[in-house]
């Protein structure tokens, strides 16, 4: 089990560096974007689909590493006022909640992107890429945040530390 728990915390690393290097590259283009457009008079028209594409993919991507680190919402008010079995036992339930939220999520993220594949469907802009392309990250790192949610349950099990 502690294989499962470190493998799954070095994809979640991975990931994350992913999800940074997807977001600076959207800062350079922003700013190639704006030197071409006001500074040069050109025409930009890759420039702005790709920075939504590459910020949606980096918030998939690295949704994982923010739950490895604790970095998501939490309203826990409730919970640290509990003595620590029920403390467990909420984390432990609020876990299962999004293993099965994100499970039909990837779920339905992957039938998406296959039939975006099958269908050979392109994005409705002139750059016209395959719409699968920015369709991927959703199913990879919503799937990789449900084996992280797993193993953040067996952490708080004792199962693997």
């Given at each position: ?10 994809l979640s690393r991975a990931l994350g560096a992913a999800a ?44 994982p590493y923010v739950l490895l680190h604790k970095g998501h919402v939490n309203v ?86």
């Open positions: 089990m502690t294989f499962y728990v470190t493998a799954i915390t070095a940074m290097l997807l977001t600076a590259s959207a800062a350079l283009v922003v700013t190639h974007m704006v030197i071409v457009r006001y500074f040069l008079n050109g025409s930009t028209i890759w420039q702005t689909e790709y920075v939504i594409y590459a910020l949606v993919a980096a918030t998939f991507l690295g949704s826990d008010v409730v919970q640290t006022s509990l003595p620590l079995p029920a403390r467990k036992a909420m984390q432990i339930l609020s876990g299962l909640f999004g293993i099965a939220f994100c499970a039909l999520l990837a779920w339905s993220g992957w039938i998406y992107l296959h039939e975006a594949w099958a269908y050979g469907w392109r994005t409705d802009t002139v750059w016209a890429i395959p719409l699968w392309i920015p369709l991927f990250p959703l199913p990879l790192g919503i799937g990789v945040l449900v084996l992280q949610y797993i193993a953040e349950i067996m952490k708080i099990c004792g199962v693997a530390e």
